[in-house]
């Protein structure tokens, strides 16, 4: 069973940093791309950046780009979000998602969610 | 960057057939995949491809595309269909990006 497990969100300053991790199980983790996506409470879902299956390809939407950094872990099945230089806006719940095909970069098909780790930016 | 354009609320009665809808310049050369998301819980994926449903989606979904829109219908909806839908695609312009629609939040009367 594909399971995605997030933690790491907690309440932080503006300018503040943080970590999010995102434990995969039950699936090939060096396969697959696999993407974080936010949600403000209340709101619509936003894409936030992908990682390939090697790791060596990252994109992100312009929002965070320059501040946040995505990378993985083969050895531990891990996925992380490096988030520096918090801002309000960047308050939502994360979601880690994993691809549907496989070693494709472009797959916008998220067949495996979490449920998502909150990060609240407040001062 | 691409957008993509979904109707805010779409309601149906009980039984009968919507269709919800998703529009994008990114439509044009990708069909989109869909979520449904319920209060409180992750989004699940229900439709990808030109019309394809994941395991455990009932055939009363189904998926089109003509230009640059595509449209979920389902047919005979159910009470528990009641929840919010989002599109998304892959952002043909010179980003590098996958978008999401607004969604669309269907109520079943």
């Known amino acids: 069973e594909v399971q995605l497990v997030e933690s790491g969100g907690v309440v932080v300053q503006p300018g503040g940093s943080l970590r999010l991790s995102c434990a995969a199980s039950g699936f090939t983790f060096d396969d697959y791309t696999m993407h974080w996506v936010r949600q403000v409470p209340g709101k619509g879902l936003e894409w936030v950046s992908l990682?390939?299956?090697?790791?060596?390809?990252?994109y992100y939407v312009d929002s965070v780009k320059g501040r946040f950094t995505i990378s993985r872990d083969h050895s531990k099945d891990s996925l992380y979000l490096q988030m520096n230089s918090l801002r309000t806006e960047d308050t939502a719940l994360y979601y880690c998602a994993k691809a549907y095909h496989s070693q494709t970069i472009s797959s916008f098909t998220f067949d495996y969610w979490g449920l998502g780790t909150l990060v609240t930016v407040s001062s | 960057s691409s957008e993509l354009t979904q109707d805010p609320a779409v309601s149906v009665a009980l039984g009968q057939t919507v269709r919800i809808t998703c529009q994008g310049d990114?439509?044009?050369?990708?069909?989109p995949s869909w979520y449904q998301q319920k209060p409180g819980q992750a989004p699940i994926l229900v439709m990808y491809g030109k019309n394809s449903r994941p395991s455990g989606i009932p055939d009363r979904f189904s998926g089109s595309s003509s230009g640059n829109t595509a449209s979920l219908t389902i047919t005979g909806a159910q009470a528990e269909d009641e929840a919010d839908f989002y599109c998304n695609s892959w952002d043909n312009s010179d980003n590098n990006a996958v978008v999401f629609g607004g969604g669309t939040k269907l109520t079943v009367l």
């Open positions: 990114s439509l044009r050369r990708n069909y």
């Open positions: 990682i390939d299956w090697n790791g060596r390809i990252t």
